[in-house]
């Protein structure tokens, strides 16, 4: 009565795949890989100083703003939107 034997996983296996699919069950597991991927990624630049954590996002961000004013938009479905913080 402790433990499941082989079978017993082997049924549970199989239930699992015919509800969940193959494709499905696939795309799960490249997302898990991914999030643990980032998450150790996130871990090691955990290590950098404040200043270089800092300095990073504000270069990408003047990069994008500068790409963005750069480019003709021709698209008249597109919504331009500028974010700003509530004070």
Do not use: C, E, Y
């Not at 296996?13 to 499905?24: A, D, H, P, R």
């Amino acid at each position: 009565m402790g433990s499941f034997s082989i079978w017993h996983w082997l049924i549970v296996l199989l239930i699992v795949v015919m509800v969940f699919g193959t494709k499905k069950l696939k795309n799960i597991g490249g997302d898990l890989g991914g999030a643990v991927k980032g998450f150790k990624d996130g871990m090691k630049d955990g290590g950098q100083t404040a200043a270089d954590a800092s300095a990073a996002p504000a270069a990408a961000t003047a990069t994008a703003q500068v790409a963005a004013q750069a480019a003709p938009v021709d698209d008249k479905t597109t919504i331009d939107v500028q974010a700003r913080q509530k004070t």
